[in-house]
């Protein structure tokens, strides 16, 4: 079965650095989103992003944080200067369509340490 | 905006018993999809099952069913013939239908389900 994969499975960076967390939708798919998961909190929604650009994001995506779909096959989230607050499980999904029965397709996640 | 309520933070069930896990949710909206997603100790969400709002027949996935009540705003998860292999926080998540409209998850805060042998 296609799978989203997500690399790397888990980072630890220091506060202010900077890092990109990288996915490989499934080949198919035109719809891109990430995810993020405090632990212990519920899944949030941070960005969706189709045809080369962002449909929607949200307010935790601010000016921090940035998506890119360099070469066709991964899309990639950057987060600038990353803050303690950072921390968490970040998901990225993919899905072929839009509307029903089309479902996402979620990675095993990038867990990320900010110390 | 919209928001999902599962409450029961935690539930456990006996291997091969039946369990029933509780979803609300808030929306204006008359076009929407629900789902139930599975996230075992991996971490990875694994779609379960899902429903289009204007349905009324819920629906089945093996032992996986749900009952949507649309009036009550109600999408519980029944999993028959529970197993080891069920063990995993369970998230109710809502996406609008409305054409044009957001497409994005908005999730529960999730249910711990304990599968005891």
């Known amino acids: 079965e296609p799978e989203v994969t997500q690399t790397p499975s888990h980072q630890v960076t220091q506060m202010g650095q900077e890092v990109i967390l990288r996915c490989v939708p499934i080949?198919?798919?035109?719809?891109f989103y990430w995810y993020r998961q405090i632990l212990g909190q519920k899944v949030e929604f941070l960005v969706s992003?189709?045809?080369?650009?962002?449909?929607?994001k949200s307010e935790i995506f601010d000016d921090q944080f940035s998506v890119e779909r360099p070469d066709g096959s991964n899309f990639t989230l950057k987060i600038r200067s990353t803050k303690l607050e950072d921390s968490a499980m970040y998901f990225c999904?993919?899905?072929?369509?839009?509307?029903?029965?089309?479902?996402?397709?979620f990675g095993s996640g990038t867990r990320l340490t900010v110390v | 905006a919209q928001t999902v309520t599962q409450s029961q933070p935690e539930m456990s069930v006996q291997e091969a018993e039946t369990v029933t896990l509780s979803c609300t949710y808030d929306?204006?909206?008359?076009?929407?999809?629900l789902f139930w997603y599975k996230q075992p100790p991996s971490r990875q969400m694994i779609l379960v099952i899902r429903?289009?709002?204007?349905?009324?027949q819920n629906a089945t996935e093996n032992r996986f069913s749900v009952n949507f009540q649309k009036a009550a705003k109600s999408f519980s998860l029944k999993i028959s013939d529970s197993q080891l292999g069920d063990a995993a926080m369970y998230f109710c998540?809502?996406?609008?239908?409305?054409?044009?409209?957001?497409?994005?998850?908005?999730f529960g805060k999730g249910t711990k389900l304990t599968v005891n042998p």
């Open positions: 429903q289009e709002a204007y349905k009324q």
């Open positions: 929306t204006s909206e008359s076009d929407y999809y």
């Open positions: 080949s198919n798919h035109l719809y």
């Open positions: 998540a809502y996406r609008s239908g409305i054409q044009g409209g957001s497409e994005k998850l908005v």
């Open positions: 999904a993919s899905s072929e369509g839009v509307d029903f029965p089309y479902g996402y397709t």
């Open positions: 992003f189709y045809n080369n650009e962002i449909s929607e």
